[in-house]
Each structure stands twice: as structure tokens, then as C-alpha cells.
């Protein structure tokens, strides 16, 4: 039951209580970044303006938007680093006990990943790598693999990603198929292949409304400026913009998702 609990959680992308606390905030900080980007930019309010309970609708616009743009990117949040939760010690005990058990492996590699332990979750999942077939259900093979990934790449171990990438099964679900390909696209672009990076986005964003695509798009933006794939995605997603409240979501939208970029980076300088 526990090892059930654990992978569920990973499959929903759920953390510890803290760490969305942290989110929260974080979200939060960056809201008032972008509305007071907003303000800036916004000068002397034009006079065919209409105003709703003396706030110009541009305004109620400008703040419904950023509400959405906030959902839409808070699941995407990096995890906080909060040293090691009870559950991770208790895996951890258990692994040491019997260090070759492929199941507390995994399961001690996705409460590093909750913890924020990028590190430790990626040498840990490394043990396991090349006995993953040793799972019986291809859905777990998938998860495995698929996480094992994502904490190479937190590594900066981009290389190693791709080649984990080589080993994970094509999911049925839609869902998981979205996901996978985003991961790809991170991955493709951080190795330089822009071709490969911009056909994973393409196919991640297939079939999304236009909100969860410009999200998607939002959380590949790093990578796919590092492989020159930027103004081809940009384009892409603004021909998928058929309103002009869709235009001015994209753009706020990567405004937050820069925003975040640039708080992250002065996070990691801190000593």
C-alpha cells in the first residue's frame, strides 16, 4: 500500500504540504511581479475605456488572466529543497537492509524527488536503471525511467537523460503521452537538437486547449531558447491564438514564466 501511495503521488505530480506552501508563495511573489510589470507599462488610461465598479475592464482583464496564468504554472513550480522527509529516512532504512530490492529503490527515488533531492534521488534511481525490466508492470517501468529522467536533468546531466529516454515505453494514456513528450522536448533542447525538440513540443501541445498548450509551451521556454528554437515555438503558438485575449495570455504568460526563471537563478546564487 505504501509503495501504491508513493507512485500515485508521483504520477499526480503531488508534493509534501510545505513544499506547496512554498509554491504558494512563490506564485504569489511572482503575481506582483507581473502586475506591477502591468502597471508600468500601462500609462494614461484611454478615454474610450470602459470602467466596471471604477475599475477599467482592462484591468479586471489583466488580473483574470494572471489568476489563470497562476494555476497554470504553479504545478510546474520546482520543489524546494527541505532537507529529508520521515518517509525518505524510513526508505532509506529499508534500502540499506536490503540494498538490492528494486522496489525500495524506486520508492526511496521518488521521496528524494518530493524532498527536493534531486541529487540523491538520481544516484539512487541509477542503481535500478538497468534492471528496470525487472518490474513486471510496464506502467511502473515507465514511471521509473520517466523520473530517473527528470532528475538527470535537474542534474544537468543531460546526456544521461537522453539516454534514459531511449529505454521508456510509449504510454496508451493521452495524458502521460503529453507529459512524456514534454519531457523529450526539455531534453531534445538541452542536447542541441532543435528538430527533435520542436516535434516533441508539437506533439505535446496536440489536442490541448489553448490554455494547457501555452502552459506547456511557458515551461519549455529555457530550453528551447538554449537550442534556437524560441521564434519557431513563438510562432507556433500565436498561430494557435485565434483572440486577441489569447495573444495577450501567451505574452503575460511568458512574462511570468521569465519571471520565474529570473527568481529561481537569483535563489540559486544565494549562499
Known amino acids: 500500500?505504501?509503495?501504491?501511495?508513493?507512485?500515485?503521488?508521483?504520477?499526480?505530480?503531488?508534493?509534501?504540504?510545505?513544499?506547496?506552501d512554498e509554491k504558494d508563495r512563490e506564485i504569489a511573489r511572482?503575481?506582483?511581479?507581473?502586475?506591477?510589470?502591468?502597471?508600468?507599462?500601462t500609462k494614461e488610461p484611454k478615454e474610450e475605456t470602459k470602467k466596471k465598479d471604477n475599475v477599467p475592464i482592462d484591468d479586471v482583464r489583466t488580473k483574470q488572466m494572471i489568476d489563470e496564468i497562476s494555476q497554470a504554472l504553479k504545478k510546474?513550480?520546482?520543489?524546494?529543497?527541505?532537507?529529508?522527509s520521515n518517509e525518505a529516512k524510513v526508505f532509506k532504512e529499508?534500502?540499506?537492509?536490503?540494498?538490492?530490492?528494486?522496489?525500495?529503490?524506486?520508492?526511496?527515488?521518488?521521496?528524494?524527488?518530493q524532498d527536493g533531492q534531486w541529487d540523491k534521488s538520481l544516484n539512487v534511481l541509477l542503481r535500478g536503471w538497468k534492471r528496470v525490466r525487472e518490474f513486471q508492470?510496464?506502467?511502473?517501468?515507465?514511471?521509473?525511467?520517466?523520473l530517473l529522467a527528470q532528475a538527470s536533468q535537474k542534474e544537468k546531466k543531460h546526456r544521461q537523460a537522453l539516454a534514459v529516454l531511449q529505454d521508456i515505453e510509449e504510454p496508451e494514456d493521452e495524458e502521460l503521452k503529453s507529459n512524456v513528450e514534454l519531457l523529450r522536448c526539455h531534453v531534445y533542447c538541452d542536447n542541441g537538437d532543435m528538430q527533435r525538440g520542436l516535434k516533441s513540443l508539437n506533439k505535446?501541445?496536440?489536442?490541448?486547449?489553448?490554455?494547457k498548450a501555452a502552459a506547456l509551451w511557458a515551461n519549455c521556454l529555457g530550453p528551447l531558447r538554449k537550442a534556437g528554437a524560441y521564434d519557431v515555438s513563438k510562432?507556433?503558438?500565436l498561430a494557435l491564438a485565434k483572440t486577441t485575449e489569447e495573444k495577450d495570455k501567451l505574452e503575460a504568460m511568458e512574462k511570468l514564466a521569465a519571471l520565474r526563471e529570473e527568481y529561481h537563478a537569483a535563489q540559486v546564487k544565494q549562499p
Open 30 to 41: 511572482l503575481r506582483a511581479a507581473l502586475e506591477a510589470q502591468s502597471a508600468k507599462e
Open 204 to 211: 505535446a501541445i496536440e489536442g490541448q486547449d489553448f490554455d
Open 137 to 146: 508492470d510496464p506502467g511502473v517501468r515507465f514511471e521509473f525511467l520517466c
Open 94 to 113: 529499508k534500502l540499506a537492509a536490503d540494498p538490492f530490492n528494486m522496489e525500495l529503490i524506486f520508492q526511496l527515488g521518488v521521496a528524494y524527488a
Open 1 to 20: 500500500p505504501v509503495a501504491e501511495d508513493v507512485r500515485a503521488q508521483q504520477r499526480k505530480g503531488e508534493v509534501s504540504a510545505e513544499v506547496l
Open 76 to 84: 510546474t513550480a520546482p520543489n524546494q529543497v527541505k532537507g529529508l
Open 235 to 237: 510562432s507556433t503558438m
